[in-house]
C-alpha cells in the first residue's frame, strides 16, 4: 500500500471506536450494574451506611490492587502483596511504641524495598515473577509469623494511625480518599511521563521494548517497588481499623486484589489496562463480599454467586481487541 | 474441469475493500502464481480458500461445484490444503505427530497414540514428496527448510480425505529459506504438480516465473491480469501489479554520494561472541555497508552485538574515535545507535501501541520537556515525521498494528530519526516481508539518511539487495569475516563473485 500509486488510507471505522470508548467505561457499568442490581434485591442496601462501610473495607484492596496493577501491565504478577501487607500490619504494630508518627513512612519504605528486592530477583536472575512472588509469599509468612511471635501484636495508643479511620465531611471515610489519591496519583504519573509508553511496551512486548532502548529492567523493578510500597499503605489501612497488626491480618486479600484487577478488565498477559480499572474493580469484587449476605443471599450460594459474577464481569470489561492471545 | 474455481469474491473490513470481485481459476495439475503488493488482497484470498475468512460475495467452485468453506476442516475436505508463512508445527512434538496432528485416524486407537502405526503414517507422506526426513526427529530439531518439507507433507494428508486431485497453497514459502534450499523446494513443487494443483504466492517475480505456469496478478482486490510465464519478464508482471512502470533505479543508486572521511563513524576491533570471533569492520560516516553470509554465518549476531543486545568476550568498539562501551540496548541508544530488527511484528514495533508512542520510544526526550510528556510537543514531532516519510496512517494515535508491513516500518526506522542523534543505523533485513513499493521507499530513505551522514550497516535480504544498497560489502562466514569486497557505483560485483566468497 506504499506505492506511489496511492490507495486510500484505510479509515479509521466509527464502529470500532465507538466500541473501544464504551470498554473503556465497561468497569464502571459493571459496577453500576452490580450497585442496581443489589438495590433492587434490596431497596435499603442503597443507604449512606451501607455505602460507607462498603467502601471503608474496600480502601485497603483499591491500594493493593492499584499497586500490584503495575506489575501485571508489565506483564508479571506479585503474587505477595497480601502476605507483604500482613508482615506490615505486624511491623507497623511493634514500630508505634518507638517511633510513633515516623512508623507508617518506615513501615512503606520497607515494603517497597523488599519489593524492589522481589523485582531485582525476578529481573537479575531471570526467574518468572510468578515463581519469584509465590516464594516470596512463603518467606514473609514465615517472617511476619516469627516476628509477631505468631500472636495479634496489640497497637495500645494508636493515635498516629487513628486519623486514617476518620471521615471526611463526617461521610467519606479518610481511607478512601487517600486509596484513590494513590490511585490519582499512580495514573498521573504515568499519563504525563514517558512511564505509559515503557510499561506497556514492556508489557505488550519485552523484545520489542529491550530493542528500542527501553530500561525495561528498571521499569520492572520500579513496578515491584510500587506494588510493595502500596501492601505497606494496605496494612497501615489495616491496622487503623483494627488497632493491632497479624501475622495472617492480610492474607485473605490476595485473590480479591487478583480479582479486582482482572474485573476492572487489565488484561493479566500485560500491556493493555489501568490503576483506574483496578479502582472500579476493587468496588466490584468489595460490593460483591459485603453486598451479597446483605441482601440475604445465602451463604451457601454466595460463593457461587461470587464467582459467577467475576467470569462475567472479566468477560465484559476486557477489550478482547486489545490482547491478541488469552492465556 | 477446473480444480478450483474463484467467482467474483468480495469481502469487506470497516473502512476498506480487501477484495473486490476477485476472480481466480486454478486447473488441474498446474502451479498458479500469485502475484500482488501487500494490501492487494492476497492474504484475504488465500483465507478466503480455507475458510478462514468468510467472503461477502462470491462464489468459490471446488471441481465446478459451489461450496462454502467454513474452516480449515471443511476446506481440506474438499482437498484444499495451505501451507501458511508462518509455520503452524507445535516445536515440541516429533515430525510424525505433528504430521498426523488433528487427523490422527488409525495412529489413535481408544485414544491412544499407536507410534508404529503414526509412524508408518508419517513416512507415508514423507515419501510423496522423497524427503529424508526421521519422522521421530523433534520438530525443533529439524531447520527451517525441513519443517516446511514436514509442514507440506502434513498439508499432504488432506488426499485421503478426498477422491480427487488436493489443491495445495503455498503462502511466501521461500521468503526466509537460502538459495539452495529454495532450489530444493522448487523441485518439490515440480514433483507436487504430478498430483496436485499449487497454488504459489511470492513477493520475488523472478521466482513466480521460474516455478509457476501461470499467474495471476492481484491489484487493489481484484484480478488485473494474467500471464503465462512462457516469455513473460519480471518487468512486465511488475507493471501490472503497480499499475505503472517501476523506477528503473530501484536502489536509487542515482542518489549515492561518495563517502569522504578521514575517520570512520564506527570502527569495530577483534569483536568476539558466542557465534561471531575476531570480527573487524569500519563504516565511514554516510557510508551503507552490507554484511552478506549464509544461515549460521553469525553476522545477525554481530549486529546484535554492536546494539549491546549480544554478549561479547573480547574487542574494542569505537565510535568517532571514542571507545564505547554497549553492556545494554539502553547504552547504544545513548550512543546515537538504531537498529531495526529483522522480526518487525515481535521486535520492532509494539502493535497495540499508537504509531506515535512507536515512533517516540526510543527517544522520549524528543517529545518530552524535562520528565514531562508534552502532548502538542510530541504531535508536532510525529506529524513532521509522518509528513516527511509519507507514512500512511489514518491518524498519528491510530496502533500501528493496523497500518501496512511498508508504514509499519517506516515507524520503525522513525524511532531512530525523531532524536536527531543517531550516528549509526544498524539494520537487520529491513525490507523483509516488505512489497516492491514499500521496498523502494526504504531503500530511498536509506540513500536520504546516508546522505546526511548516518552511517549504515545493513543486513540485506538478497544478495542483489547488498549489491544494489552498500559502498562496501563484507562476506562472513561460521562467525568469521573471510572477505571484503568493494561495491561503489559504477562498479558493482556480480552476485556470483559474493557466492564464491561466502562458501
Redesign the interface.
Known amino acids: 500500500?506504499?506505492?506511489?500509486?496511492?490507495?486510500k488510507?484505510?479509515?479509521?471505522?466509527a464502529?470500532?471506536k465507538e466500541r473501544t470508548r464504551l470498554t473503556g467505561f465497561m468497569p464502571l457499568i459493571a459496577l453500576a450494574a452490580l450497585i442496581a442490581a443489589l438495590t433492587i434485591a434490596d431497596p435499603d442496601f442503597l443507604t449512606q451506611r451501607s455505602l460507607t462501610a462498603a467502601a471503608r473495607t474496600a480502601a485497603p484492596l483499591i491500594v493493593l490492587a492499584a499497586g500490584a496493577t503495575l506489575v501485571v501491565l508489565c506483564g508479571g504478577i506479585d503474587l505477595s502483596i497480601a502476605a507483604l501487607a500482613s508482615l506490615s500490619t505486624v511491623f507497623l504494630a511493634l514500630w508505634i511504641p518507638d517511633l510513633g508518627g515516623l512508623a507508617t513512612p518506615a513501615v512503606i519504605l520497607v515494603a517497597a524495598v523488599i519489593g524492589v528486592l522481589q523485582g531485582a530477583a525476578h529481573v537479575l536472575l531471570r526467574i518468572p515473577s510468578f515463581i519469584v512472588t509465590l516464594g516470596g509469599m512463603s518467606i514473609l509468612s514465615a517472617v511476619a509469623l516469627v516476628v509477631s511471635g505468631a500472636g495479634t501484636v496489640r497497637v495500645v495508643d494508636d493515635s498516629t494511625v487513628k486519623w486514617l479511620d476518620l471521615y471526611v465531611g463526617g461521610y467519606v471515610p479518610m481511607s478512601v480518599m487517600v486509596a484513590v489519591i494513590v490511585v490519582a496519583l499512580i495514573a498521573v504519573l504515568l499519563?504525563?511521563?514517558?512511564l505509559?509508553?515503557w510499561v506497556?511496551?514492556t508489557g505488550?512486548?519485552e523484545?520489542?521494548?529491550?530493542?528500542?532502548?527501553?530500561?525495561v529492567d528498571l521499569v520492572k523493578i520500579g513496578a515491584f517497588a510500587v506494588s510493595g510500597a502500596c501492601a505497606g499503605l494496605a496494612a497501615v489501612m489495616l491496622v487503623s481499623r483494627q488497632f493491632s497488626g497479624g501475622p495472617t491480618m492480610a492474607d485473605n486479600l490476595l485473590l480479591p486484589a487478583v480479582a479486582a484487577i482482572v474485573v476492572g478488565g487489565t488484561a493479566i498477559t500485560g500491556?493493555?489496562g489501568s490503576v483506574w480499572r483496578s479502582l472500579a474493580g476493587a468496588l466490584v469484587v468489595t460490593l460483591l463480599r459485603v453486598g451479597l449476605p446483605i441482601v440475604g443471599v445465602p451463604s451457601a450460594y454466595e460463593q457461587i454467586l461470587y464467582g459467577a459474577i467475576i467470569v462475567v464481569a472479566v468477560a465484559l470489561t476486557l477489550d478482547k481487541s486489545?490482547v491478541?492471545i488469552i492465556k | 474441469m477446473n480444480a478450483l474455481e474463484v467467482r467474483g469474491l468480495v469481502k469487506h473490513y470497516p473502512g476498506v475493500k480487501a477484495l473486490d470481485g476477485v476472480d481466480l481459476v486454478v486447473r488441474p495439475h498446474e502451479v498458479l502464481g500469485l502475484a500482488g503488493e501487500n494490501g492487494a488482497g492476497k492474504s484475504t484470498l488465500l483465507k478466503a480458500l480455507v475458510g478462514l475468512v468468510a467472503p461477502d460475495k462470491g462464489q468459490i467452485l471446488v471441481r465446478g461445484e459451489p461450496v462454502k468453506l467454513r474452516n480449515v476442516v471443511d476446506a481440506a475436505d474438499h482437498g484444499i490444503g495451505m501451507v501458511f508463512q508462518e509455520q503452524s508445527l507445535v516445536p515440541n512434538l516429533t515430525a510424525a505427530e505433528n504430521i498426523v496432528l488433528g487427523s490422527e485416524g488409525a495412529a489413535v486407537r481408544r485414544g491412544v497414540y499407536r507410534w508404529d502405526t503414526m509412524r508408518r503414517l508419517a513416512q507415508e507422506q514423507l515419501d510423496k514428496i522423497g524427503s529424508n526426513i526421521d519422522p521421530l526427529a523433534r520438530t525443533d530439531t529439524l531447520t527451517f527448510a525441513e519443517r516446511q518439507m514436514v509442514e507440506i507433507a502434513k498439508v499432504l494428508r488432506i488426499e485421503e480425505r478426498s477422491q480427487h486431485p488436493p489443491v495445495i497453497i503455498l503462502d511466501e514459502p521461500t521468503s526466509v529459506l537460502e538459495s539452495k534450499e529454495i532450489e530444493t523446494l522448487f523441485a518439490q513443487i515440480r514433483r507436487l504438480r504430478e498430483f496436485a494443483s499449487v497454488v504459489f504466492v511470492s513477493h520475488r517475480l523472478d521466482e513466480v516465473l521460474d516455478v509457476c505456469d501461470r499467474v495471476t496478478v492481484l491489484r487493489g482486490g481484484r484480478s488485473v491480469g494474467e500471464v503465462a510465464t512462457a516469455g513473460a519478464v519480471p518487468r512486465e508482471l511488475h507493471r501490472m501489479m503497480i499499475g505503472s512502470t517501476g523506477s528503473d533505479d530501484h536502489y536509487h543508486g542515482n542518489a549515492a554520494t561518495p563517502v569522504v572521511s578521514e575517520q570512520p563513524r564506527l570502527s569495530v576491533r577483534g569483536l568476539s561472541g558466542r557465534s561471531f570471533q575476531d570480527v573487524d569492520l569500519d563504516v565511514a560516516a554516510g557510508e551503507i555497508l552490507a554484511i552478506v553470509g549464509v544461515h549460521g554465518s553469525g553476522r545477525e549476531d554481530v549486529c546484535r552485538a554492536l546494539f549491546g543486545a549480544e554478549p561479547t568476550t573480547a574487542g574494542e568498539i569505537r565510535m568517532d574515535g571514542a571507545k564505547i562501551e554497549l553492556p545494554s540496548t539502553r547504552a547504544a541508544c545513548a550512543a546515537g545507535i538504531g537498529y531495526v530488527p529483522a522480526e518487525r511484528k515481535v521486535e520492532g514495533m509494539v502493535g497495540s501501541m499508537s504509531v506515535a508512542e512507536n515512533m517516540t520510544l526510543a527517544k522520549q526526550k524528543a517529545r518530552c520537556t524535562g520528565p514531562f510528556v508534552a502532548p502538542r510537543k510530541q504531535a508536532t514531532l510525529v506529524d513532521r515525521w509522518i509528513r516527511r516519510l509519507s507514512i500512511r496512517t489514518p491518524r498519528r494515535d491510530t496502533a500501528i498494528g493496523r497500518l501496512s508491513g511498508g508504514n509499519q516500518q517506516k515507524v520503525v526506522l522513525a524511532r531512530w530519526l525523531v532524536g536527531g542523534d543517531v550516528r549509526l543505523l544498524l539494520l537487520d533485513h529491513p525490507t523483509r516481508g516488505l512489497d516492491i513499493g514499500a521496498r523502494s521507499e526504504v531503500y530511498r530513505l536509506m540513500r536520504e539518511l546516508a546522505s546526511s551522514g548516518v552511517a549504515t550497516v545493513l543486513l540485506a535480504d538478497s544478495l542483489e539487495e547488498a549489491i544494489g544498497m552498500a559502498d562496501r560489502i563484507l562476506v562472513m562466514s561460521d562467525g568469521r569475516v573471510t572477505a571484503e569486497v568493494a561495491c561503489p557505483n559504477g562498479g558493482k560485483p556480480s552476485p556470483l563473485d559474493l557466492v564464491k566468497e561466502m562458501v
Open positions: 500500500m506504499s506505492t506511489s500509486v496511492a490507495i488510507p484505510p479509515v479509521e471505522p464502529v470500532g499519563k504525563v511521563t514517558p505509559q509508553s506497556s511496551a505488550y512486548s523484545s520489542a521494548a529491550r530493542l528500542a532502548g527501553t530500561p500491556g493493555h486489545k491478541s
